[in-house]
């Protein structure tokens, strides 16, 4: 980036739209042409308001600014559909096995004694503020917010996302969301015997009251805050419940998003319950369609597969959290071949979309049995148009005059990083969110350079340390057998004091 260029970004006022209109150029800019996204060589693209008013070459008209990012690519925000709003729990799950004995089940005998929040109010609220400015530094613009309810006295609440609502518009995010609900959950009986509970007139109680946010709330912020119905898991779900969200989403005239055909132990539950695989269960219902988004589907049999595609479902592919775990995607390019729209989601922490798309990359390769049938541009792809349309936002994930101005700028001059000729396939096989240089979104500045609108991310990162250490520390309690937290987290190599002089 020149020196002007920094001068020009840095004049610019943080979380606000610069007045009048706005030409950013770079090496490279992702534009959108008729049906898909073209390269252009020294492209620009001009923004006034939150609208994009050109992609192209040559701009004829009279701009108030020009910023030059130099050897970059200028794309869509990333779009991501099951992006982590909480601490990341998951890591504790890698080196800890089995899950029932290390806290990832809640023990009959906590449920006898009664579930409560292991977070304050002000906790859950700084968790999701946090999350949302880690998404902007990886160039992620839209977000759909995911949290575990483990560690909750059952579901989300409407206080915590009334300020989730306040730190995306403080912030400059664009979400889809409402508080997760649930009819019922796992319980653990005996070492490895896991049962479902329900209690339906609960998680009848968390759907309206998610429907009463989402008329609330959509619309807040300039259009920032938009509603999605967030049923916590498919096997956290009785029929009931499930119709009802469907019904109550057509009147809200917003998404559903289920986690389904993501583990053996849904796949064993919904068997055992209903009879049949997640997916095959919902078609009898009548409730497959393009309402639907559905992530991670890595246990998804050829049948379920099938279904979605002639339901117009889509999924939300998560390679990295799926390969940790030991599963993924069979495979994308099958499931692409076959119809099924395939959007993005990062589902831990760091939200690390380029990651993603990369372990998407080698899983899909590797399933194949061949390089050839999965190519970069596909993931590309998938985290922006793929996220735009499971949504059924055409002004997003792209940039075409009259797309939102949704944009992140990816630096290609990262001394880490190869040489190369094609900024995707640099950026996927070699990149990172950290070679973020800046986010706009509907045309605001919210990230420039690891600095994020409304948030100090370094004293923040300090904070979510500490509450994570006091989330740890509970973690006895809600364990089988209650044994120490040493014993349920035991570090990876043996650890060393040193010896008083």
């Known amino acids: 980036m020149t020196a002007s260029a920094q001068q020009a970004l840095a004049a610019l006022p943080l979380g606000k739209r610069p007045e009048g209109r706005t030409l950013l150029t770079a090496d490279w800019v992702l534009a959108h042409e008729g049906d898909g996204h073209a390269l252009l060589r020294r492209g620009e693209v001009v923004m006034e308001g939150g609208e994009v008013v050109f992609t192209g070459h040559a701009f004829p008209g009279e701009v108030a600014r020009r910023l030059d990012f130099g050897a970059a690519l200028i794309s869509p925000g990333m779009i991501d559909l099951d992006a982590l709003s909480d601490l990341d729990t998951t890591i504790l799950g890698i080196d800890h096995f089995p899950a029932w004995k290390k806290g990832r089940v ?7 004694n009664g579930p409560y929040e292991m977070y304050s109010p002000e906790e859950l609220a700084f968790q999701k503020r946090f999350a949302f400015g880690q998404l902007l530094l990886n160039g992620i613009t839209t977000a759909a917010p995911i949290a575990s309810l483990f560690y909750r006295e059952w579901g989300e609440t409407t206080a915590e996302f009334d300020a989730a609502a306040d730190a995306a518009g403080d912030l400059g995010l664009r979400v889809f969301l409402s508080p997760a609900y649930r009819a019922g959950g796992m319980v653990l009986h005996a070492p490895g015997d896991m049962r479902p509970h329900f209690d339906e007139a609960r998680g009848l109680k968390g759907l309206a009251e998610a429907a009463e946010y989402i008329a609330r709330q959509a619309g807040r912020h300039e259009g920032l805050v938009q509603g999605l119905l967030a049923p916590d898991r498919v096997e956290t779900c009785t029929a009931v419940l499930l119709r009802e969200t469907f019904a109550r989403a057509e009147d809200l005239g ?19 319950l209903h009879g049949s695989t997640a997916p095959a269960w919902l078609a009898q219902e009548g409730l ?8 991670h589907a890595t246990n998804a049999t050829e049948e379920d597969q099938k279904l979605y595609a002639e339901r117009g479902v889509s999924i939300v592919h998560c390679p990295l959290v799926s390969g940790r775990g030991g599963s993924s995607l069979n495979s994308f390019s099958k499931i692409r071949d076959m119809g099924v729209n395939i959007a993005m989601g990062t589902d831990t922490t760091p939200p690390d979309m380029l990651m993603n798309l990369l372990a998407g990359l080698i899983t899909g390769r590797m399933n194949d049995g061949a390089p050839d049938r999965l190519l970069t541009r596909d993931l590309f792809d998938a985290a922006t148009l793929g996220g735009a349309k499971a949504l059924g936002r055409s002004d997003l994930g792209r940039l075409a005059p009259g797309a939102r101005a949704d944009i992140a700028v990816f630096g290609l001059d990262d001394v880490s990083m190869a040489p190369s000729i094609d900024p995707i396939t640099t950026l996927v096989t070699g ?12 045309g605001r500045l919210s990230m420039r350079f690891g600095e994020v609108a409304g948030i100090d991310m370094r004293a923040a990162r300090a ?39």
């Open 463 to 501: 904070q979510a340390q500490a509450q994570f250490d006091r989330l740890i520390a509970q973690y006895p309690a809600r364990t089988w057998g209650h044994p120490t937290v040493e014993e349920i987290f035991p570090p990876s190599y043996p650890i060393r004091e040193a010896r008083n002089a």
């Open 431 to 442: 990149g990172s969110g950290k070679v973020t240089q800046a986010v706009f979104v509907d």
């Open 254 to 272: 917003v998404k559903v998003r289920l986690h389904m055909a993501q583990g053996v132990m849904e796949v064993e539950t919904v068997r055992k």
């Open 288 to 295: 497959l369609s393009e309402r639907l988004i559905a992530p």
């Open 106 to 112: 809640w023990p009959l005998s906590y449920v006898e």
